[in-house]
Every structure is written in C-alpha cells, then in structure tokens.
C-alpha cells in the first residue's frame, strides 16, 4: 500500500522554480539594494562606492602599493574599470601611480593624504550603513552570515575562474 503523498516542500521542487527562492536574483537585489543606499549616503562626499572599495583596500594593502592587477582581483571588478576609476582618482589627489620596481609593465597603486582623508570621511557612513542592514538579523547570527557570504563569495570565484559548468 503506497504511503501518503509528500507535499511540495524547497527541496521537491526545482532550484530554478519561480515558487523557490532563487540565489541569483536575490544575491543581485541584495547587492544593488545596498550599492543604491551607500550610493545616495555618500553622494555629498564626491565620492563612489567603487571609489571607497579601492581607497579601503590599498589604505588596507601593502604600504608599498598593489599593482592595477592586484587591486582589480581583490575588489572582484575588471581592468577596464578599474583603471577608469584609478585615472579619476589619480587626477583627485587620492592616489599616486608609480613604476613597479620589478615589473616594468606594471605600477605600484599607493594611497595619498588626501584618499586617506577621503576614506575616513566616507568609512563612518559605510560602517553605519552595514550596522543597519545586518540588524535585521539576531545579533548572535550575523557573525555566520558574513563567513557564509564569504564562502558562496568564494564559490562564486571558483567558478567564474574555471569557465567549466560542473
């Protein structure tokens, strides 16, 4: 005698159903929500998210610089933008480009006074800004979030590197 049927639960239906919740879009809205709020927040300062990921990483980095690749990898974007952005900032006294020491093809990317100043005017709003989002989880949850963003961040790497569907 056949038992009772099974109600559709998550793990019935497929990953892709529109009756789930689907990482893509969410990951996106999540990520767009934010660059919107951070965006407005700061608009006063002249400066862009983006501008703030490049100054918070180099201020961050190595004391000698990173090279444009460095810093293209670490803030997850692609050459073409960052070296748009880096010749904006360059031009706004926030950075300095000098010649690698090794690699004549390459420049060591440092931050000046002035990106200095630029970060820690923008730092507080950012800092702000994470404090309220992340408050609408219990306080004892948002440490595993950020480790679990931080894997699926990784994941996401991996397979963007590898160019394989598995």
Same mark, same amino acid.
């Given at each position: 005698?056949?038992?009772?049927?099974?109600?559709?639960?998550?793990?019935?239906?497929?990953?892709?159903?529109?009756?789930?919740?689907?990482?893509?879009?969410?990951?996106?809205?999540?990520?767009?929500?934010?660059?919107?709020?951070?965006?407005?927040?700061?608009?006063?300062?002249?400066?862009?998210?983006?501008?703030?990921?490049?100054?918070?990483?180099?201020?961050? =980095?190595?004391?000698? =610089?990173?090279?444009?690749?460095?810093?293209?990898?670490?803030?997850?974007?692609?050459?073409?933008?960052?070296?748009?952005?880096?010749?904006?900032?360059?031009?706004?006294?926030?950075?300095?480009?000098?010649?690698?020491?090794?690699?004549?093809?390459?420049?060591?990317?440092?931050?000046?006074?002035? =990106?200095?100043?630029?970060?820690?005017?923008?730092?507080?709003?950012?800092?702000?800004?994470?404090?309220?989002?992340?408050?609408?989880?219990?306080?004892?949850?948002?440490?595993?979030?950020?480790?679990?963003?931080?894997?699926?961040?990784?994941?996401?790497?991996?397979?963007?590197?590898?160019?394989?569907?598995?």
């Amino acid at each position: 005698m056949p038992g009772p049927a099974r109600k559709s639960t998550p793990a019935f239906i497929p990953i892709d159903s529109p009756e789930r919740r689907r990482f893509p879009p969410l990951l996106r809205r999540a990520w767009y929500g934010l660059n919107q709020a951070f965006r407005r927040r700061i608009s006063h300062t002249g400066v862009t998210p983006d501008q703030f990921t490049a100054l918070r990483t180099l201020l961050e =980095g190595d004391p000698k =610089g990173m090279t444009q690749r460095e810093l293209t990898q670490v803030i997850s974007s692609d050459p073409n933008t960052v070296a748009s952005l880096l010749e904006r900032m360059e031009k706004a006294g926030w950075v300095e480009r000098k010649k690698h020491e090794k690699d004549r093809r390459a420049h060591r990317i440092r931050i000046l006074p002035l =990106g200095i100043r630029k970060y820690r005017e923008v730092r507080e709003v950012a800092v702000a800004l994470q404090t309220d989002i992340l408050s609408v989880l219990p306080e004892q949850d948002r440490e595993r979030f950020l480790e679990n963003l931080a894997t699926v961040a990784d994941a996401c790497r991996i397979a963007a590197d590898s160019g394989n569907p598995k």
